[in-house]
Nanobody
Framework: QVQLVESGGGSVQAGGSLTLSCVVS????????RGWFHQAPGSGREMVAA???????TVADSLRGRFTISRDDAKNTIYLQMNNLKPEDTGVYYC?????????????WGQGTQVTVSS
């Protein structure tokens, strides 16, 4: 059974840092692309960052310079390094895996990890 399991969330003060991890177990047919999505309270999920199987990455314009995505295929894990956190970064962060039709709603989701940033 394929699973994505996120960890690393928590409560931090503004300006702090967190590193989220997502371990992928099982084989996922697809491009190998992985991504992180953020769902703020009362909002939909928005892509934060994505990384291809070859390691090419992209980060949302508004988060560039603060967030970094990476992967360690030997550990079947992707990471999201979040620095200089702001209260608006609060929400649930979801890991997503392409299974042949791109990242997002057609991909495979983890259960999410909560991040709370206080001012």
């Amino acid at each position: 059974q394929v699973q994505l399991v996120e960890s690393g969330g928590g409560s931090v003060q503004a300006g702090g840092s967190l590193t989220l991890s997502c371990v992928v177990s099982g084989y996922i047919f697809g491009s190998g692309a992985r991504g992180w999505f953020h769902q703020a309270p009362g909002s939909g999920r928005e892509m934060v960052a994505a990384i291809t199987s070859g390691g090419d990455s992209t980060v949302a314009d508004s988060l560039r310079g603060r967030f970094t995505i990476s992967r360690d295929d030997a550990k079947n894990t992707i990471y999201l390094q979040m620095n200089n956190l702001k209260p608006e970064d609060t929400g649930v962060y979801y890991c997503n895996a392409d299974r042949g039709h791109g990242l997002g709603p057609s991909g495979l989701w983890g259960q999410g990890t909560q991040v709370t940033v206080s001012s």
